[in-house]
């Protein structure tokens, strides 16, 4: 018989080979040796820590007294890891793209970083854990009992042995789940002591199986005759609690904190979920094959009154077989330690990040000088965290009197952490959940949990027996076990029944009343939409829900009324009737575009990448790079205003410089210009009269052939040197205007007479005086001049056989039109725009004049406030001059 | 046959091949997804046999382990399979080396 | 043997008065006012001397004289410019066409006569 002193050294012993293990571990993951290390096999072994000592001695208790319902407890897991496709794939990818450290850290991510949420999920999980906790020690304590029953030395004494466990447990957890700092990385060394843990009980549990089917009852055959032959051999199950069991299990599975640290916070591929499917559901199946012909040989063989809960333990005691009792008992010890390791790491990380720290960090001066020994503060908070979790578990124990059966407690825990379903299952695959809608649905669940069992369940110890059985005040319809009236249900199931629906009803009821944050809805969007952010591996895909999010993030940066312009103006385009446009590849790539001119390509693409695939950087991050960036650009728009003011100038000098430079060019052409106009009438007279002195003989009528030359060309150059004279006067802006009144018919007659005067030229002029009988009121002299030029360009330039100008007359629009049209062959396009410079002559005819008088003419126009402009397209030369209103409206 | 009437088929498949692929990894989705929920009715099955009212009628709790079991292999079984062509697919990147191995 | 000048002037005075000139020193006096059509008239009038204006309508008198010597049996042919525009640029861009002579607007009827018999004896010298 193994005395207790020997069990004590075999435990420790066990203890030094897991840290061994664990050591070793860590040490190869840390030289990037042992691949096997994050093996699928290892993650599926690690997810056994879902069978804890409770599942271990519990199930056999449990199928002693209820038959086969222990198996549900496993069916619900089963049922999970079959939906692993679309429910724990989904999980995994949230948890690792948004790198969350706990369950409480993936609600309050999902629910725009609430931590308000991540403080309720954290109290639900330690007050879910701490039964569980005590279950392990009453467990561990119960087993150390039936070895001190048959060691003849009695040194054991019951109190003290949990005290000590406890103390044991809670060194053990934080030296192993303490000893990394960064509780973000994976723990190799954790992860793959658990998996061995899980090999030992398995095989401890098979061991004993084995042991009792062959060694005690003699084969399969006769094992099912002794099944059927005891008091449990028919199918007696209760509906409700079978169903009930079923989901709860499935429910705390995915809700457990210890669950969801091995299954998605230490998960190193999601690949590995694959081989879990089948391999963990058999797992379960193989740990659950023998614990009916355990529990039933057990009934048989041990006497009346025995806990059944003990069976793996006292059935190889009773028959002798000592060193399978001792791998019994290491079996369950192992159960024990592994989940309360994990479990102390998961919600000492909880406590830690969501409890201690913004407490520590609001207490902290200066939040901005918080360095390195935060690394020091969340260590102690975690290690402490691990002391109280533990003290509280010893307590409850203490408390609950050791009394209550292991399943019962355990399935206490799982009704209380199940608390966080509804919102967990909302937040992944429904957008509309909101912050408001997890905290009362979480509130309601937590409450009718503690109500209808939490406190019902300590025997009276927290709640007074009149309120169990009259309800609080007398209210009937309040009695904890029997809400709204509704008796005779098993109490498990009636709290998980009312708990969770109305946890439910209240989350998708306030969820729907209530409006998310931005935030919110971005991390909804993140969590619910995660696989279309991380399948295209190139170009941009998403679906319209993102669309929404993207507008979030754009408006950030653009500022919201060029956002919504751009996605009302993309949305139009692609014909849609919503304000918002379906995010396809190209509407993204245009979107980043927009961003990059703003924030730089990288930035852009890493944004969007962020809504709408997978990335790393937390949304929190991102937001807070777009509210940097938004300063930065109010910045830098500020800059680039007065770089475009400066830019602005130096074009305007620019300007200036090229302008002077014209004028000056202009002024030089204009002085050659004008010595050429000068030296040609010059040449004329100089030749012609040092001919006429030089010559002799010249007959009478060559010398008055060249008199007229000289006489002709002195009186051009007198022209010329008039219309210089003119012009500068014009060009100046120093005219004197003598304005008077008289009607236009008057001027046209006077200018009509003067151009066709002396001359011998056939230009008719036809004009419509019905039409001239327009007042004006102008300096008319000035006027009459560019009548005169313009009809004697006519008489000089029509090259009609019967050259005929056309004067009519209009009033458009307030001014007086005035159009001269002759049946010439006109001005060519090319020269057009020329007509009006200074010295422009059309074609070769050089004896009109300097080519001033059109120029003359526009300045005149421009000082009388009209214009003159060519007319194409009149078959002939054409131009009009206009006359403002005001002028007319004067003279009246 | 020549060489290059040989080859022409060939060429052909990988687009066929494909769309049979990618039809196939569809229905294998659906079909993962189906898993649970018959599990879940297989499992719930019992819930429909009588209840024990005296000790002759019951079902005997060996044929109801039997039955349990027999579902839970034949669920894990199918998860297995499931598994290992999701894992085939995933990593299935020489479409053509597969068709050779798997007839269809 | 008659010597022949192609005077290429648009302004009907100056060419009047010039022709007066030269033909009382016994040239052959032919008148062109055109500048576009210049080069043909040149080739086939086959003058001994050419006097041409710088500012011709169509084309001016630079670009002929330049497209003119790049002409076979252009070379040699001696050419007074005259200029209205008496700048030192255009007598660079002249000698730089290669004008035997430039004369600026207005001259002395002795310079006009001086040139053409220094530019003809040149001529028939070499």
């Known amino acids: 018989m193994a005395t207790l002193n020997v069990l004590i050294l075999v435990c420790l012993g066990y203890v030094v080979l897991l840290f061994g293990v664990a050591f070793a571990a860590d040490r190869m993951a840390a030289a990037g040796r042992g691949a096997w290390l994050r093996s699928p096999l290892i993650y599926t072994l690690s997810l056994s820590i879902y069978c804890t000592a409770w599942t271990f001695y519990g199930a056999v208790g449990n199928a002693a007294r209820s038959g086969l319902e222990f198996v549900t407890i496993y069916l619900g897991p089963t049922l999970v890891m079959l939906s692993w496709w679309w429910g724990l794939r989904k999980l995994v990818r949230v948890g690792r793209s948004q790198r969350v450290t706990s369950i409480a850290d993936l609600i309050s991510s999902r629910y725009g970083k609430s931590n308000t949420l991540a403080i309720c999920v954290t109290i639900l999980a330690v007050l879910g854990g701490t039964p569980y906790i005590a279950l392990q020690l009453q467990s561990i304590t119960l087993s150390f009992s039936i070895f001190a029953e048959a060691d003849p030395s009695g040194l054991y004494r019951e109190g003290s042995s949990v005290f000590w466990v406890a103390a044991g447990l809670a060194m053990f957890a934080i030296l192993f789940g303490t000893r990394n700092l960064d509780a973000n990385e994976r723990h190799h060394g954790v992860v793959t002591a658990i998996a061995l843990e899980s090999v030992v009980k398995l095989f401890a549990l098979i061991a004993v199986g084995v042991f009792v089917v062959w060694g005690v009852a003699g084969g399969i055959g006769p094992m099912m005759a002794r099944i059927d032959a005891s008091e449990i051999g028919q199918w007696n199950v209760d509906a409700g609690r079978w169903t009930t069991f079923i989901f709860l299990s499935a429910a705390a599975f995915i809700c457990l904190p210890r669950m969801f640290q091995v299954m998605v916070v230490e998960n190193a591929d999601e690949g590995h979920l694959r081989t879990a499917a089948w391999a963990f559901p058999l797992y379960l199946l193989l740990m659950s094959l023998f614990v009916v012909p355990i529990a039933v040989v057990g009934l048989d063989l041990l006497p009346e009154g025995s806990n059944p809960d003990l069976f793996v333990l006292t059935v190889p005691l009773s028959q002798g077989n000592d060193w399978l009792a001792m791998l019994s008992f290491i079996g369950g010890f192992s159960s024990a330690t592994s989940m309360v390791i994990v479990t102390a790491m998961a919600l000492s990380t909880m406590v830690s990040n969501h409890l201690v720290m913004p407490i520590w960090l609001s207490t902290q001066e200066g939040s901005g000088s918080v360095s390195g020994d935060v690394r020091n503060v969340v260590l102690v908070a975690r290690r402490v965290s691990i002391a109280v979790i533990m003290a509280m578990g010893y307590y409850y124990y203490r408390l609950s009197g050791g009394g209550a059966a292991l399943a019962s407690i355990g399935l206490v825990a799982f009704a209380g952490i199940a608390q966080i379903l509804p919102a967990l299952v909302g937040g992944l695959f429904w957008r509309g959940a909101t912050r408001t809608g997890a905290l009362i649905g979480l509130t309601v669940g937590f409450v009718l949990w503690i109500y209808t069992l939490l406190l019902p369940g300590m025997d009276g110890a927290l709640m007074p027996q009149s309120v169990l059985q009259n309800g609080p005040f007398g209210w009937g319809w309040l009695r904890p076990q029997a809400l709204f009236g509704i008796e005779g249900m098993d109490p498990m199931v009636h709290t998980v029944m009312w708990s969770l629906s109305l946890n439910a009803f209240a989350f998708c009821a306030a969820s729907l009343l209530s409006f998310p944050s931005p935030l919110e809805r971005l991390q909804g969007a993140q969590f619910v939409n995660v696989f279309d952010h991380s399948v295209a591996p190139r170009g941009w895909s998403g679906s319209v829900a993102q669309s929404e999010d993207l507008m979030i993030m754009t408006q950030r940066i653009l500022g919201a009324g060029p956002a919504q312009e751009f996605f009302q103006a993309e949305a139009r385009a692609q014909g849609g009737r919503t304000s918002l446009p379906e995010p396809t590849p190209g509407f993204l790539e245009r979107l980043e575009r927009e961003l990059s001119g703003s924030v730089g390509a990288a930035t852009a693409h890493a944004m969007i990448g962020q809504i709408v695939g997978g990335s790393s950087v937390s949304v929190e991050d991102l937001l807070a790079v777009a509210d940097e960036s938004a300063q930065m650009l109010e910045y830098s728009s500020q800059l680039e205003a007065k770089s475009a003011e400066l830019s602005r100038t130096a074009r305007k000098l620019r300007e200036a410089n090229t302008k002077l430079t014209q004028i000056s060019e202009q002024k030089d052409s204009f002085l050659s210009q004008v010595s050429h106009e000068l030296r040609t009438p010059m040449t004329s007279i100089r030749a012609f009269s040092e001919i006429m002195r030089d010559t002799d003989g010249l007959t009478p009528e060559e010398q008055t052939r060249y008199a007229a030359i000289i006489h002709d060309e002195a009186l051009r150059l007198t022209r010329l040197l008039d219309d210089l004279l003119d012009l500068s006067v014009l060009e100046s802006g120093r005219v004197n205007l003598n304005m008077s009144g008289e009607s236009l018919s008057a001027v046209l007659d006077r200018a009509v007479s003067s151009a066709l005067a002396g001359s011998r030229s056939t230009l008719t002029v036809r004009r419509t005086r019905q039409s001239e009988r327009i007042p004006l009121h102008t300096d008319l002299d000035r006027l009459g001049q560019v009548f005169i030029n313009l009809i004697s360009n006519a008489q000089k330039y029509c090259d009609a056989e019967d050259p005929v100008l056309t004067i009519s007359a209009h009033d458009v629009g307030g001014q007086v039109v005035i159009d001269f049209a002759d049946n010439g062959s006109g001005i060519p396009p090319e020269a057009q725009s020329m007509v009006f410079e200074k010295f422009a002559r059309v074609g070769g005819d050089k004896a009109g004049g300097a080519g001033l008088g059109l120029a003359i003419c526009r300045e005149i126009m421009q000082r009388l406030g009209g214009e003159i402009t060519y007319l194409p397209g009149q078959g002939g030369a054409a131009f009009r001059v206009r006359l403002p209103m005001a002028y007319r409206q004067a003279a009246q | 046959m020549s060489e290059s009437e040989d080859r022409k088929p060939q060429r052909a498949r990988p687009s066929l091949f494909l769309e049979r692929q990618s039809y196939r990894r569809r229905r294998l989705m659906d079909a993962a997804r189906l898993l649970p929920i018959l599990g879940a009715a297989l499992i719930a099955l019992p819930l429909l046999w009588p209840s024990q009212t005296s000790p002759e009628d019951g079902v005997p709790l060996s044929s109801a382990i039997l039955y349990i079991f027999a579902c839970w292999v034949f669920l894990i079984v199918v998860s297995l399979i499931f598994g290992f062509a999701a894992k085939r697919m995933a990593t299935g990147d020489d479409p053509e080396a597969e068709s050779d191995r798997w007839p269809h | ?126």
């Open chain 3, 1 to 126: 043997m008659s010597r022949k000048v192609l005077l290429i002037e648009d302004e009907p005075n100056i060419a009047e008065a010039i022709r007066f000139l030269l033909t009382r020193e016994g040239w052959q006096v032919e008148t062109h006012a055109e500048g576009s059509d210049a080069i043909q008239v040149i080739q086939g009038a086959n003058p001994d001397l050419v006097i041409l204006d710088v500012m011709l309508p169509g084309k001016s008198g630079m670009e002929i004289l330049r497209d003119l010597r790049g002409l076979e049996g252009m070379q040699n042919l001696p050419v007074l410019m005259l200029t209205a525009r008496g700048q030192t640029r255009d007598r660079e861009m002249a000698e730089n066409a290669g004008v035997s002579r430039f004369m600026t607007k207005p001259f002395s009827n002795a310079e006009v006569l001086t040139a053409v018999r220094d530019l003809h004896a040149q001529a028939t010298r070499s």
